[in-house]
T-cell receptor
Framework: QQQVKQSPQSLIVQKGGISIINCAYE??????FPWYQQFPGKGPALLIA?????SEKKEGRFTISFNKSAKQFSLHIMDSQPGDSATYFC??????????????FGKGTKLSVIP | DAGVIQSPRHEVTEMGQEVTLRCKPI?????LFWYRQTMMRGLELLIY????????DSGMPEDRFSAKMPNASFSTLKIQPSEPRDSAVYFC????????????FGPGTRLTVL
C-alpha cells in the first residue's frame, strides 16, 4: 500500500521558472512532512519540513504548502536554477509507535532546470 | 563533524557471494536506519536500530539479509547469499532520537550482483 503518492515523476522547468511538486497522503496519523533533495551519487538530504499546525513554510526559494483537509502538500521552488536539478522526495511520519521513526517516502520527482 | 560514513561506495559481486555493507553513524546519534533504493520501489526502510538494539526489521526482504549494530558507532548489513535482484543502492541514515526529526543519510553503497 503506497501511503504517499508523489507527482509528477519528472519535471522540466526553465531557469527562473517555478517548480511545483505535489504529494498526497492517506494516513491521518502523519504529523511531520519533510522534503528531501538528492543529487546523483549522493544520499538524500533534508531540504525543508513542515508540521500540520501551519499551512505554509518558506525557506529562501523553497516553500511547502500544506492542506490538511485534502491531505496534500506541495513543494514550490521559486526562481528555479540549474543547480536545483536533482530528485526530490516527499515523505511523511507519524508520532507514535512505528510511525514515530518510520519515514514513508514518495517515489520521487526528477527535476531538470534548463538554462 | 563528519557525516554518515558508508563503505564500500561500490560493490560488484557474483550471485551467491556474501556481501557486507558498513556504516558509521554521526557521533551522538542513537537511531540508525538501513534503506534500499531502487527505481521500481523507491526508498524502502529495511531495519531500524535504537540505542544499538534492532527495533523494527519488518522491511528486511528475507532471511538472506541480516543487520547488526555491535556498538554506537558501527553497523553492518549482510546479504548471504546475494542474488541479482539485490542490486540496488543501500543507504544508512542516523538521527538523534530525542529532539531530532532529521535523518542524515550517508552517500550510499551501490551494489551490483551479477
Amino acid at each position: 500500500q503506497q501511503q504517499v503518492k508523489q507527482s509528477p515523476q519528472s519535471l522540466i522547468v526553465q531557469k527562473g521558472g517555478i517548480s511545483i511538486i505535489n504529494c498526497a497522503y492517506e494516513n491521518t496519523a502523519f504529523d511531520y512532512f519533510p522534503w528531501y533533495q538528492q543529487f546523483p551519487g549522493k544520499g538524500p538530504a533534508l531540504l525543508i519540513a513542515i508540521r500540520p499546525d501551519v499551512s505554509e513554510k518558506k525557506e529562501g526559494r523553497f516553500t511547502i504548502s500544506f492542506n490538511k483537509s485534502a491531505k496534500q502538500f506541495s513543494l514550490h521552488i521559486m526562481d528555479s536554477q540549474p543547480g536545483d536539478s536533482a530528485t526530490y522526495f516527499c515523505a511523511a511520519r507519524g508520532s507514535s509507535g512505528a510511525g514515530s521513526y518510520q519515514l514513508t517516502f514518495g517515489k520521487g520527482t526528477k527535476l531538470s532546470v534548463i538554462p | 563533524d563528519a557525516g554518515v560514513i558508508q563503505s564500500p561506495r561500490h560493490e560488484v559481486t557474483e550471485m551467491g557471494q556474501e556481501v557486507t555493507l558498513r556504516c558509521k553513524p554521526i557521533s551522538g546519534h542513537n537511531s540508525l536506519f538501513w534503506y534500499r533504493q531502487t527505481m521500481m520501489r523507491g526508498l524502502e526502510l529495511l531495519i531500524y536500530f535504537n540505542n544499538n538494539v534492532p527495533i523494527d526489521d519488518s522491511g528486511m526482504p528475507e532471511d538472506r539479509f541480516s543487520a547488526k549494530m555491535p556498538n554506537a558507532s558501527f553497523s553492518t548489513l549482510k546479504i548471504q547469499p546475494s542474488e541479482p535482484r539485490d542490486s540496488a543502492v543501500y543507504f544508512c541514515a542516523s538521527r538523534r532520537t530525542s529532539g531530532g526529526d532529521e535523518q542524515f543519510f550517508g552517500p550510499g553503497t551501490r551494489l551490483t550482483v551479477l
